[in-house]
């Protein structure tokens, strides 16, 4: 039994909104991977990756090293899903570092101490603006 896999932008129109969301992610890490090369961002990830289990070691690099280890990461995520527009392996490769970018990033809400504060109604709300936005 051969099982094939295509990529969305060869589905004949098919599966646009899939090629959509493609290009939508490219254009994030793009602009994520570019943002920790400058220092204001270097400075904002700094805390988050200090009290991560899975990413503390980073600190090795100090704090402007570990953001540009970062930064490039998030660039080659989205190399690899430029490339999956047209060969479907580097497509499968893209999906599955952008999936544990977006796991790794959902733990810094647990290893981060005061990351959220509770409103007026209780509800937790994150005590860092849109702007401190980290993709890992």
């Known amino acids: ?15 646009w909104h899939l090629a959509f969301l493609r290009w939508t992610l490219v254009f994030i890490f793009v602009w994520f991977g570019i943002e920790k090369f400058t220092p204001y961002a ?3 990830i700094a805390p988050l990756i200090s009290n991560s289990p899975f990413m503390s070691w980073l600190g090795v690099f100090g704090v402007y090293g570990q953001a540009k280890v970062v930064g490039t990461i998030e660039l080659l995520t989205a190399a690899a899903l430029i490339v999956g527009a047209s060969v479907p392996l580097a497509s499968v490769v893209g999906a599955a570092m952008a999936s544990a970018t977006f796991i790794l990033t959902a733990t810094f809400v647990f290893s981060t101490p ?23």
Request: glycine share 10%; with cysteine.
């Open 1 to 15: 039994m051969k099982t094939e896999f295509h990529v969305a932008e060869s589905g004949a129109g098919q599966y």
């Open 42 to 44: 270097a400075e904002q």
């Open 114 to 136: 005061g990351i959220t504060l509770h409103s007026a109604t209780g509800f937790p709300v994150s005590r860092w603006t849109s702007t401190t936005a980290c993709s890992i």
